[in-house]
């Protein structure tokens, strides 16, 4: 029997290349792998399930579980971050710590993505505040038109508006008419040299980032990665097969990204910084599995529904096809 050709849509992180340049093969599988944009992807896969595996918001992937539920996930994380550095002010702002959001307007450019829950869920568990304290508008980072992809059923003390025709988060701050802006991508204008009257609202966030880890152990997962329901049921042996190639993947990508005789990448003290993470992190800073994961994805599960996003508050269990959590013991 030929194996079958699956399309993957995924960003060509590091510890996906070896996919993307067949380096690393899904056994049985005959892959075409398409290296898109995340906003790209997510919107092709929630609005028409173009692929057949795909990376996916968290935060999506959870409210599609009390809808239709057209993907199963396995418990790979193409992408994780830390979030205390996406706070964006006006450099003039008089905020200066994150407890001092409970009261202000801030953009954020989908309520349900994954980065702004992570946000909200540490400013009410670990700065006091309440996610219903601030005022929530969405809408496009610099280009206008952004619009939620999830439709959403929020309780009704959350406030969350869309902003107006044209308008953009970006120049809304600047205006003044946001105080903040929750984004997992630079607002435009702090790209320039001169950081465009911007600045992060933390003046130290990796320092901020590495305590919440030391106190917390969590590392806090971005995307995961699904399987269209439809070809999950076709092949169920896919789930492990992905899970096993994924991380292989990785692993190649964690081994060559602290080699030192020649750089990998353009960052001449990148060793430093692995050496760091390491040292914080452990030999395996990217954990792929359940039970190394387990309090990060309770922890993003409580936020979700604690925000009025999932109906109910998922077990990190719920969340896999079960072929890809069994441990085989020889």
């Not at 398409?34 to 896969?45: A, G, I, K, Q, Y």
């Not at 869920?121 to 939620?148: F, K, M, Q, W």
């Not at 990508?253 to 003290?269: C, D, K, Q, R, V």
């Amino acid at each position: 029997m030929a194996a079958p050709a699956l399309t993957m849509a995924c960003q060509a992180y590091d510890r996906m290349q070896p996919l993307r340049d067949g380096t690393v093969r899904i056994a049985g599988v005959e892959l075409n792998f398409l290296d898109l944009p995340v906003e790209e992807t997510f919107f092709r896969m929630l609005s028409f399930a173009e692929f057949d595996i795909a990376e996916l918001s968290l935060s999506s992937y959870v409210l599609t579980l009390g809808r239709d539920a057209p993907f199963v996930a396995v418990p790979v994380f193409p992408s994780r971050a830390f979030r205390h550095s996406g706070v964006y002010v006006r450099e003039d702002s008089p905020l200066t710590d994150l407890a001092e959001l409970a009261g202000t307007t801030v953009g954020v450019p989908e309520y349900q993505i994954t980065a702004a829950v992570w946000i909200r869920g540490i400013l009410a568990e670990h700065h006091g505040v309440p996610v219903a304290s601030v005022r929530y508008r969405t809408g496009g980072l610099d280009t206008a038109g952004r619009v939620e992809k999830m439709r959403l059923d929020l309780p009704p003390d959350v406030d969350v508006e869309p902003v107006g025709a044209g308008e953009t988060l970006s120049d809304l701050l600047l205006g003044g008419a946001l105080d903040a802006v929750y984004s997992a991508r630079n607002p435009g204008p702090f790209n320039r040299p001169d950081r465009g009257g911007l600045r992060r609202l933390l003046p130290d966030p990796v320092a901020a980032e590495r305590e919440y880890h030391a106190r917390t152990g969590i590392f806090p997962i971005m995307h995961t990665l699904v399987i269209r329901r439809n070809v999950y049921q076709q092949h169920r042996w896919l789930a492990r097969e992905l899970v096993k190639a994924c991380a292989t993947a990785k692993q190649l990508a964690l081994a060559g990204i602290g080699e030192t005789a020649a750089l990998p990448y353009a960052l001449p003290w990148l060793w430093a910084e692995v050496e760091r993470t390491r040292l914080a992190l452990g030999e395996d800073w990217w954990p792929y599995g359940l039970e190394p994961n387990r309090t990060t994805l309770s922890t993003f599960l409580r936020y979700s529904h604690e925000q009025g996003l999932a109906t109910r508050r998922y077990e990190p269990e719920e969340l896999f096809a079960p072929e890809s959590l069994a441990e085989v013991v020889v």
